[in-house]
Nanobody, 124 residues
Framework: QVQLVESGGGLVQTGDSLRLSCAASGRTDSTYDMAWFRQAPGKEREFVATITWSGSGFVAYIAPIVKGRFTISRDNAKNTVSLQMNSLKPEDTGVYYC???????????????WGQGTQVTVSS
């Protein structure tokens, strides 16, 4: 079992930046890939970003809708994954979830473990 706890959400204004963090505990070996998803009010949960270790470095995949504004990073030593969000827009508002699983499955929206989520609200 892996437990995931997100932090860093809050209320910001359009154009601001925010950094989300996710701490993993339990079976936290680095074989789990990590990802971020989000769910806007009245909408389905959507994939945001995922990151995996290729053997020589981290490889990230960012959803086109946030590419260029969001960056995902991971610290295996601390069992954490972060999401740096820049140039935030009101449409980025939602609950952001940390997830763990397999890179290819995470990209397809399938995770083995989910966090409880952290609220991000971007005011116009």
């Amino acid at each position: 079992q892996v437990q995931l706890v997100e932090s860093g959400g809050g209320l910001v204004q359009t154009g601001d930046s925010l950094r989300l963090s996710c701490a993993a505990s339990g079976r936290t070996d680095s074989t789990y890939d990590m990802a971020w998803f989000r769910q806007a009010p009245g909408k389905e949960r959507e994939f945001v970003a995922t990151i995996t270790w290729s053997g020589s470095g981290f490889v990230a995949y960012i959803a086109p809708i946030v590419k260029g504004r969001f960056t995902i990073s991971r610290d295996n030593a601390k069992n954490t994954v972060s999401l740096q969000m820049n140039s935030l827009k009101p449409e980025d508002t939602g609950v952001y979830y940390c997830a763990a699983g397999v890179f290819s499955r995470l990209r397809a929206g399938v995770a083995d473990y989910w966090g409880q989520g952290t609220q991000v609200t971007v005011s116009s």
